[in-house]
């Protein structure tokens, strides 16, 4: 067996879990505050080089080109939060206009709560069984649609990214420690 998969940076994605809708906080928060929760959430998916995840002026960009709706008085929601954990993760593999299409599919059928979720959970199994060395288990919705197969697709190319990325980092730490 590879001995990435016994490492400690494996182990850390097998046990990474997203917060779900219901636990991102409801009250509104400014950008500092937003960025702030943005990087607890995300910095187990970002490789080391691409430090920080995110920035305002990712934010801002993603708000001009309309992927996410503009803070009402400066002021962002849960759901900002949640379109920006997505695109954060998303813009590993995909385009922002990609990411803005898989959005839009996603909302055609899915209230946000829902579509946000099933990314989570879908994403959570993908890493865990990618990082014990296995395909990602099979559809957890209760109907396979084209919009799971292609949340599916996504959070699937996502993981093998993240999985090449961590891979790659201990490798090279391994080669300088030689």
């Known amino acids: 067996m590879d001995l990435f998969v016994q490492s400690d940076k494996a182990q850390e994605m097998r046990a990474y879990t997203l917060p779900r809708f219901r636990e991102l906080p409801q009250i509104e928060i400014y950008l500092d ?12 998916l970002c490789a080391a ?11 801002n960009n993603y708000t001009k080109q309309g992927v996410i709706s503009r803070p009402v008085k400066k002021k962002y929601t849960r759901e900002h939060i949640a379109y920006l954990v997505f695109i954060a993760a998303s813009k590993q593999v995909l385009s922002i206009d990609g990411i803005r299409r898989l959005i839009q599919i996603q909302l055609s059928s899915y209230p946000i709560e829902t579509a946000y979720d099933y990314f989570c959970t879908e994403l959570e199994n993908a890493l865990h069984a990618v990082f014990n060395g296995e395909e990602p288990p099979m559809d957890s919705a ?37």
């Open 142 to 178: 209760s109907a396979q649609t084209q919009q799971t197969r292609l949340l599916r697709a996504d959070v699937s190319a996502i993981a093998h990214k993240i999985y090449l990325s961590k891979y790659l980092e201990q490798f090279s730490a391994q080669q300088e420690a030689d």
């Open 49 to 59: 080089d691409m430090q920080p995840c995110i920035t305002a002026s990712m934010i």
């Open 33 to 44: 505050q937003l960025i702030t929760i943005l990087q607890q959430i995300l910095s187990p």
